[in-house]
């Protein structure tokens, strides 16, 4: 990935000690805002990545059965400045790689389909619904 960015953690930002993991997590929900993506009530920040100690990608997760044995749906957000780099790609390439180690399967809230739709095919996703796409 390119130079300047870098992939956190954000799903145990709450209960980190590094302050700077904690701030980058309270920019998720202005994030997703700004990009016009309502985050729904199961959803709980995954991961991040940040440029210049702010948060400027963010992936979104969380099992809308309360099983995540199931599946874990997720959703994208990247500012509009910084996208076309690669960054939801990296974050969704990571998110699956969790998804397999934990033994279930993916899903992801298409919002914005002319930019999702071509990325999710690429690494395997399939539409299953009017918004969904699952792996």
């Excluded at 992939?7 to 209960?15: C, Q």
Aim: proline share 4%.
């Amino acid at each position: 990935m390119a130079g300047s960015y870098r992939l956190v953690p954000l799903d145990d930002a709450s209960t980190d000690e590094d302050e700077d993991l904690w701030y980058l997590a309270t920019q998720v929900d202005d994030l997703f805002d700004d990009a016009g993506i309502r985050m729904m009530s199961y959803d709980e920040a995954f991961s991040g990545i940040e440029s210049g100690g702010k948060l400027v990608a963010a992936l979104v997760a969380g099992s809308p059965y309360n099983d995540p044995f199931t599946c874990y749906r997720f959703s994208v957000a990247v500012a509009p400045e910084h996208r076309r780099k690669g960054l939801a790609k990296r974050l969704i390439e990571d998110f699956v790689s969790f998804c397999e180690s934990q033994g279930f399967a993916p899903e992801a809230w298409v919002v914005n389909e002319s930019a999702m739709v071509p990325l999710l095919e690429d690494l395997g996703f399939s539409k299953t619904d009017e918004a969904l796409w699952g792996y």
